[in-house]
């Protein structure tokens, strides 16, 4: 494919879209795999246990995700700064050090999977912990790679033009790297352990991950419907104080039952009551905003992502966390399937479904055409069709899981005390096991839909220009 | 101090926190398109839903057990997602005013809005 | 008409409000921060130093704050030898880093967090499930080592992968769970039946 047209973030961009989306495919294949060993418990024992195929299913969901948001920002660099990136070796140098890294440890997690209790097993093979297993030297490499892109960023906007969206941007970058390191030390005191991995899981995902898609979302309304840059950026500065308002204390929600002081009950509680008044904000600006402009797209697919992306963000953050948020009932529902539930809307809601959108503003220009025409060939069918499976895929599996975690709340947690026994029980229960039926159905749904989705970014636009 | 839901309110818990956030996101749909085409029978709509709302509140915390202190969250819920709404439009109103004259003769609400201010 | 922007709408006063909301929140936070630590370092009240293995720990209803706490209680030394604070420590230490390197979490939810494919292990040590307290260290050595053969996944078809553990290395996370039982996480899990106690 020829990429001379595109400018060099650009160009980078479509390398970090690439791996996104073969690390996408990897996260749904052993999503399917950990799903079927819930129905099929000697599926791959002592060859790919659960631990292996769960541990890759949501690390190669976070490194598309991250990789999906360095794309973004590397697409919208040049135009956004009015110059040609700073680093464009560098980047390439950064891609190649990341993509490389990320490489030897899915092999390692595959091929070695486990060590001895010392520190070269945590140095070099599995650390250990959820969601941040990787390796310490992989943590090392990741943020160099970081600060590579956050210098390319900042540098870049430092020689062009700043603006209020790229201020932000940057400032949230050095964030996103800065509380990585709160994860990178050992102790063996659990709960200071758990205490600095929830800054790094909840500050990355309710904070920095959710100011990073808002500067998104303000590039993408500019672009795509034409809003005036200075309310786009007077709303974003909203956004922020709305969401590390709430979100930066909302950590308290973690902080219920691993050993911390009991103000953190009211602490959590009361700052997860007001996480979804961002979201109400969100909802009352866009009604607006249909109101006020005539929505001329020229990128129905992507628009349409964006309109899945705030009705998923509200369903999968909003009704899904508050449900059960309160220190009352999450006594209940911690560490059961609820939590599954909850983490399959809100990561596809809120993440997923803009970085699909931003890539398929991508698409057109690295055809080298202006959008995408309402009168495609086909109709359209494959883009349609994907992000109606890929929605109904994950809507189904979170609702799934909604019952299991329900009944397993009440037969494992309430009743059965949490003991071994209480935990088999609830397993066992059939609308424990039919709900994880029901979750495999949903995956194939789901998966058929990224199949659809990869067919329809690599051909759509073609037919028109043979 | 916490006083866990029991077990046969579970399912009240579950159903009355999600609609909180529904009924509270239909309340700030409604209000915002009431005020936006200038139909106050939708803004008849919009007090519904936070009337559903406001029972939702009252539900969630007496079988969440919102006593004592835990009393002003169900306060600051039924207050802020009344106000909310409010503030945000007159913050979209405000905002949009800095478009130009010559811009406002294409967007065909604008005018209307701004007289509202 | 009033086409003045009100000063509480304008680009400058938003940029200046997130930037002081997102600043409070985080000195709050840090705030925060300063206050917990020491009360979860081992050796405090709610998180005991790591020579607590050397006692006996129970988990009991507490009227005054209407949750189930742990209850340290009279001496009972992890497979009969107590140990000083340095050397219960490296026990500990040495079991923490080996659930971490069999990466236990990819099953297991420790202190609720983790994968919910294989039980809690927050209260493991005092579950019912190892029969009675004598037998207690000798059938969780002999589960650690070979779960495959002394499964007990209660009719659930779920076996523990064999993680070759050596004897040495399953006392050390025994002693690990031993230790992590002994936190007091404000109740949690709720309703829990304690080894020896049930009715």
Same mark, same amino acid.
């Given at each position: 494919?020829?990429?001379?047209h595109?400018?060099g973030?650009?160009?980078?961009a479509?390398?970090y879209?690439?791996?996104?989306?073969?690390?996408?495919?990897?996260?749904?294949?052993f999503?399917?795999?950990?799903?079927?060993?819930?129905l099929? *418990?000697?599926?791959?024992?002592?060859?790919?246990?659960?631990?292996?195929?769960?541990?890759?299913?949501?690390?190669?969901?976070?490194?598309?995700m991250? $990789?999906?948001?360095?794309?973004?920002?590397?697409?919208?660099?040049?135009?956004?700064?009015?110059?040609?990136?700073?680093?464009?070796?560098?980047?390439?140098?950064?891609?190649?050090?990341l993509?490389?890294?990320?490489?030897?440890?899915?092999?390692?997690?595959?091929? =070695?999977?486990?060590?001895?209790?010392?520190d070269?097993?945590?140095?070099?093979i599995?650390?250990?912990?959820?969601?941040?297993?990787? *390796?310490?030297?992989?943590d090392?490499?990741?943020?160099?790679?970081?600060?590579?892109?956050? $210098?390319?960023?900042?540098?870049?906007?430092?020689k062009?033009?700043?603006?209020?969206?790229?201020?932000?941007l940057?400032?949230?970058?050095?964030?996103?790297?800065g509380?990585? =390191?709160?994860?990178?030390?050992?102790?063996?005191?659990?709960?200071?352990?758990?205490?600095?991995?929830?800054?790094?899981?909840?500050l990355?995902?309710?904070?920095t991950w959710?100011?990073?898609?808002?500067?998104?979302?303000?590039?993408?309304?500019?672009?795509?419907?034409?809003?005036?840059?200075?309310?786009?950026?007077?709303?974003?500065?909203?956004?922020?104080?709305?969401?590390?308002g709430s979100?930066?204390?909302?950590?308290?929600?973690?902080?219920?039952?691993?050993?911390?002081p009991? $103000?953190?009950?009211?602490?959590?509680?009361?700052?997860?009551?007001?996480?979804?008044?961002p979201?109400?904000?969100?909802?009352v600006?866009?009604?607006?905003?249909?109101?006020a402009r005539?929505?001329?797209?020229?990128?129905?697919?992507?628009?349409?992502?964006l309109?899945?992306?705030?009705?998923?963000?509200?369903?999968?953050?909003?009704?899904?966390?508050?449900?059960?948020?309160?220190p009352?009932?999450?006594?209940?529902?911690?560490?059961?399937q609820?939590?599954?539930?909850?983490?399959?809307l809100?990561?596809?809601?809120?993440?997923?479904?803009? =970085? =699909?959108?931003?890539?398929?503003?991508?698409?057109?220009?690295?055809r080298?055409?202006?959008?995408?025409?309402?009168?495609?060939?086909?109709?359209?069918?494959?883009?349609?069709?994907?992000?109606?499976?890929?929605?109904?895929?994950?809507?189904?599996?979170t609702?799934?899981?909604?019952?299991?975690?329900?009944?397993?709340?009440?037969?494992?947690?309430?009743v059965?005390g949490?003991?071994?026994?209480?935990?088999?029980?609830a397993?066992?229960?059939?609308?424990?096991?039919?709900?994880?039926?029901?979750?495999?159905?949903?995956?194939?749904?789901?998966?058929?839909?990224?199949v659809?989705?990869?067919?329809?970014l690599?051909?759509?636009?073609?037919?028109?220009?043979? | 101090?916490?006083?866990?839901?029991?077990?046969?309110d579970?399912?009240?818990?579950f159903?009355?926190?999600?609609?909180?956030?529904?009924?509270?996101?239909l309340?700030?749909?409604?209000?915002a398109?009431?005020?936006?085409?200038?139909?106050p029978?939708?803004?008849?709509?919009?007090?519904?839903?936070?009337?559903?709302?406001?029972?939702?509140?009252?539900?969630?915390?007496?079988?969440?057990?919102?006593?004592g202190?835990?009393?002003?969250?169900?306060?600051?819920?039924?207050?802020?997602?009344?106000?909310?709404?409010h503030?945000?439009?007159?913050?979209?109103?405000?905002?949009?005013?800095?478009?130009?004259?010559?811009?406002?003769?294409?967007?065909?609400?604008?005018?209307?809005?701004?007289?509202?201010? | 008409?009033?086409?003045?922007m009100?000063?509480?709408?304008? !680009?400058?006063?938003?940029?200046?409000?997130?930037?002081?909301?997102?600043?409070?929140?985080?000195?709050?936070?840090?705030?925060?921060?300063?206050?917990?630590?020491?009360?979860?370092?081992?050796?405090?009240?709610?998180?005991?130093?790591?020579?607590?293995?050397? #006692?006996?720990?129970?988990?009991?209803?507490?009227?005054?704050?209407?949750?189930?706490?742990?209850?340290?209680?009279?001496?009972?030394?992890?497979?009969? #030898?107590?140990?000083?604070?340095?050397?219960?420590?490296?026990l500990?230490?040495?079991? #923490?880093?080996?659930?971490?390197?069999?990466?236990?979490?990819?099953?297991?939810?420790?202190?609720?967090?983790?994968?919910?494919?294989?039980?809690?292990?927050?209260?493991?040590w005092?579950?019912?499930?190892?029969?009675? !307290?004598?037998e207690?260290e000798a059938?969780?050595?002999?589960f650690?080592?070979?779960? !495959?053969?002394?499964?007990?996944?209660?009719?659930?078809?779920?076996?523990?992968?064999?993680?070759?553990?050596? !004897?040495?290395?399953?006392?050390?996370?025994?002693?690990?769970? #031993?230790?992590?039982?002994?936190?007091?996480?404000?109740?949690?899990?709720?309703?829990?039946?304690?080894?020896?106690?049930?009715?």
């Amino acid at each position: 494919m020829k990429l001379n047209h595109l400018n060099g973030g650009q160009q980078l961009a479509v390398k970090y879209y690439t791996v996104a989306i073969i690390l996408f495919v990897a996260q749904i294949i052993f999503g399917l795999l950990s799903g079927m060993q819930y129905l099929v *418990p000697d599926l791959l024992l002592g060859v790919l246990d659960f631990n292996v195929t769960r541990t890759i299913h949501i690390n190669a969901m976070i490194v598309w995700m991250l $990789y999906g948001f360095m794309g973004s920002v590397y697409w919208l660099l040049e135009e956004e700064s009015k110059t040609e990136i700073v680093g464009l070796k560098l980047g390439n140098i950064g891609f190649w050090l990341l993509t490389t890294a990320v490489t030897i440890v899915v092999l390692v997690f595959l091929l =070695i999977q486990s060590g001895p209790g010392d520190d070269f097993t945590r140095w070099f093979i599995n650390e250990g912990r959820e969601y941040i297993e990787a *390796p310490r030297w992989a943590d090392i490499g990741i943020v160099i790679c970081m600060l590579i892109f956050f $210098y390319n960023a900042a540098a870049t906007f430092m020689k062009g033009t700043w603006s209020g969206i790229s201020g932000v941007l940057v400032l949230d970058l050095v964030a996103l790297a800065g509380i990585y =390191i709160a994860g990178m030390f050992y102790t063996p005191n659990i709960s200071i352990d758990q205490y600095w991995w929830w800054w790094v899981i909840h500050l990355w995902v309710e904070a920095t991950w959710e100011v990073l898609v808002g500067c998104l979302m303000a590039w993408g309304l500019m672009k795509t419907l034409k809003v005036d840059r200075k309310i786009v950026t007077t709303w974003l500065y909203i956004e922020v104080a709305l969401m590390f308002g709430s979100g930066i204390l909302g950590l308290g929600h973690h902080y219920f039952w691993i050993g911390t002081p009991e $103000y953190w009950l009211t602490i959590g509680g009361f700052f997860s009551a007001l996480e979804p008044i961002p979201l109400v904000a969100m909802v009352v600006h866009a009604v607006y905003d249909a109101g006020a402009r005539q929505m001329k797209g020229n990128n129905n697919p992507a628009l349409a992502w964006l309109i899945a992306h705030a009705f998923g963000n509200f369903f999968g953050a909003g009704v899904w966390g508050f449900m059960h948020t309160l220190p009352q009932i999450n006594l209940y529902t911690h560490g059961t399937q609820w939590s599954a539930s909850h983490g399959h809307l809100a990561f596809f809601g809120a993440y997923a479904t803009i =970085i =699909i959108a931003m890539i398929y503003i991508a698409v057109p220009y690295i055809r080298g055409q202006e959008g995408i025409g309402s009168n495609l060939p086909d109709g359209g069918w494959k883009w349609k069709w994907s992000l109606g499976l890929l929605n109904l895929g994950v809507v189904g599996m979170t609702i799934a899981l909604l019952i299991s975690g329900y009944e397993q709340s009440f037969i494992e947690r309430a009743v059965g005390g949490s003991t071994w026994y209480g935990y088999f029980a609830a397993q066992i229960h059939p609308w424990f096991v039919q709900g994880m039926e029901w979750r495999m159905i949903f995956g194939l749904v789901t998966a058929v839909g990224l199949v659809l989705l990869i067919w329809d970014l690599l051909t759509i636009g073609k037919q028109k220009q043979a | 101090m916490l006083e866990p839901v029991e077990l046969k309110d579970f399912f009240i818990v579950f159903f009355s926190g999600a609609m909180v956030i529904m009924a509270g996101a239909l309340y700030s749909l409604l209000f915002a398109w009431s005020k936006l085409q200038s139909k106050p029978w939708l803004m008849v709509l919009a007090y519904l839903a936070y009337g559903i709302l406001f029972i939702a509140v009252l539900t969630l915390g007496s079988a969440a057990h919102l006593h004592g202190y835990w009393w002003w969250l169900v306060i600051a819920m039924l207050v802020g997602y009344l106000l909310a709404p409010h503030g945000i439009w007159k913050l979209c109103v405000a905002t949009h005013l800095i478009q130009k004259p010559t811009q406002t003769d294409d967007l065909p609400h604008s005018k209307k809005l701004q007289s509202k201010l | 008409m009033n086409n003045e922007m009100p000063w509480w709408a304008s !680009e400058t006063f938003w940029k200046k409000t997130a930037i002081w909301v997102t600043a409070f929140m985080f000195v709050v936070l840090v705030i925060l921060t300063l206050d917990t630590i020491p009360q979860i370092t081992a050796g405090s009240e709610r998180v005991p130093a790591y020579a607590v293995i050397n #006692k006996h720990i129970g988990y009991e209803f507490n009227d005054e704050r209407n949750m189930q706490v742990p209850v340290i209680g009279g001496d009972a030394p992890l497979f009969g #030898k107590k140990l000083s604070e340095e050397d219960a420590e490296a026990l500990v230490s040495h079991g #923490k880093k080996i659930t971490q390197g069999r990466n236990c979490m990819g099953c297991h939810t420790l202190l609720g967090n983790g994968s919910y494919f294989a039980p809690d292990l927050t209260k493991a040590w005092l579950d019912p499930g190892w029969s009675s !307290e004598p037998e207690r260290e000798a059938l969780m050595i002999a589960f650690l080592m070979n779960p !495959e053969e002394n499964a007990r996944s209660f009719g659930s078809g779920r076996v523990m992968p064999n993680l070759h553990i050596s !004897e040495e290395e399953a006392k050390a996370v025994i002693a690990f769970l #031993k230790w992590m039982s002994s936190i007091d996480t404000n109740g949690f899990p709720y309703n829990f039946t304690v080894i020896d106690k049930e009715s």
